[in-house]
């Protein structure tokens, strides 16, 4: 598989690897299993899909709600 990346993503890579004593390949590599294990969290779409159906369906918190529950969130 090849990849291109610009010069300044390059440049930063690079650097990482140097910062982290670590191969670009294995960085990219790194990069490549997270981006995957974050698509799979998300069910490929289905969570923001179902959560996007849900609000058109008007299936929401009001903000006051929301607010009220962040609040005494931070309190306990």
Known sequence: MELDLTPETQAKLNELALRTHRGTD?????????????????????????S????????????????AW???RERA
């Open 26 to 50: 294995e960085l990219l590599e790194e990069a490549v299993d997270h981006l995957v294990a974050y698509n799979d969290w998300l069910g490929l779409g289905d969570k923001v899909g179902d």
């Open 52 to 67: 996007m159906a849900a609000a058109g369906r008007g299936e929401t918190v009001p903000d006051a709600e929301v607010r």
């Open 70 to 72: 962040l609040e005494q």
